[in-house]
């Protein structure tokens, strides 16, 4: 049974990744500590959305349904009502939920109840990523046509963004910012393109493996979800990288983030659990930042001397954590 409530503290808030391939759904708190929430029900989750409520849907992409959990983590079958291997969800400001049905080639609009209805399909081909912007418009990553269309609140749709310059490639989550930029995950470029509102690119992130699902926190972190990779970055308002988590947190294959209202990760901190081998870490600006390393995430952290980014650190086992501090 999938539980959300029972390892809740008092005001805690929570970021939840869908975890693909270990069938899995996994809960971290601000500092990068994972919990496991497991069910049978899981089939290969894609996309997650919470409600008003608090309560977690999750679509199950190989299930072709969605699920939705309860804060006593209760599971019913949302709908499954049209749904060909759905990725991500979105809520709108009316409580209606959106899933981007990857096969179907739709986007499948549903009600409070489940009942489900095609809210567009004309400019729609192998969706994955959707996301609200201010306005209630809806915009929809095509993956295999390199493009994102806009559309209304009627599902009039236009198209927003091409792939021009290489500046979409394989596209795949997306977030807007307080400023009502619009953020891509290109899955097979390795890079976070950023457009504004007159859709000029820019490449704002780079070098993933994969990026996959996006999400901004309450501080306005960008956290990018690397399914290739079995990570999370949180990159902060200064677009510096940081690795929230990683496969030592039992995390595979992850795509799509949903995280509550006040969720937010400590500014210029990165925890990292790294598996047994070296690990590289980005961390910043070395004359901004101080490496320190710890036996536990809310252990005694100690500076590591003479450390500069990228960092390669000796094999130092699975129970190992590094943060990056603000030396001022």
Request: proline share 5%; hydrophobic share 40%.
């Amino acid at each position: 049974m999938l539980s959300l409530c029972s390892i809740c503290g008092a005001g805690a808030q929570y970021l939840f990744v869908a975890s693909y391939t270990s069938n899995t759904v996994e809960k971290f708190d601000a500092s990068g500590n994972a919990t496991v929430l497991s069910s049978l029900v899981l089939n290969r989750p894609s996309g997650l959305a919470l409600d008003g409520a608090g309560n977690l849907y999750v679509a199950n992409y190989s299930g072709n349904n969605i699920l939705k959990f309860d804060t006593n983590g209760n599971e019913t079958n949302f709908a499954s009502s049209g749904l060909v291997n759905p990725y991500s969800l979105a809520f709108d400001h009316a409580g209606n939920l959106y899933a981007a049905n990857y096969n179907g080639n739709t986007i499948e609009k549903f009600d409070s109840h489940g009942t489900g209805t095609v809210f567009a399909s004309v400019g729609v081909k192998n969706p994955t990523g959707i996301a609200f912007d201010s306005a209630s418009n809806l915009y929809v990553a095509n993956f295999s046509l390199n493009t994102i269309e806009k559309f209304d609140s009627g599902g009039h749709g236009t198209l927003f963004a091409t792939n021009t310059n290489g500046s979409l490639s394989g596209p795949f989550g997306l977030a807007f910012d307080q400023q009502s930029n619009l953020y891509v995950a290109n899955y097979s470029a390795g890079t976070i393109e950023k457009f504004d509102t007159k859709t000029n690119a820019s490449v704002y992130a780079s070098s993933l493996s994969g990026p996959t699902g996006l999400l901004f926190d309450a501080g306005s972190n960008l956290f990018a979800a690397s399914f290739s990779g079995d990570g999370v970055t949180d990159i902060d308002v200064t677009g510096h990288p940081y690795a929230f988590a990683n496969s030592a947190s039992s995390l595979y294959g992850p795509l799509f983030m949903a995280a509550q209202p006040g969720f937010v990760s400590p500014p210029g901190v990165l925890f990292i659990r790294p598996s047994a081998g070296s690990v590289v870490l980005h961390w910043g600006t070395p004359l901004s930042f101080i490496l320190q390393t710890a036996p536990a995430a809310n252990g005694t952290y100690s500076n590591v001397p003479n450390a500069t980014s990228p960092y390669t650190n000796a094999i130092q086992g699975s129970n190992t954590f590094f943060r990056a501090v603000p030396s001022g």
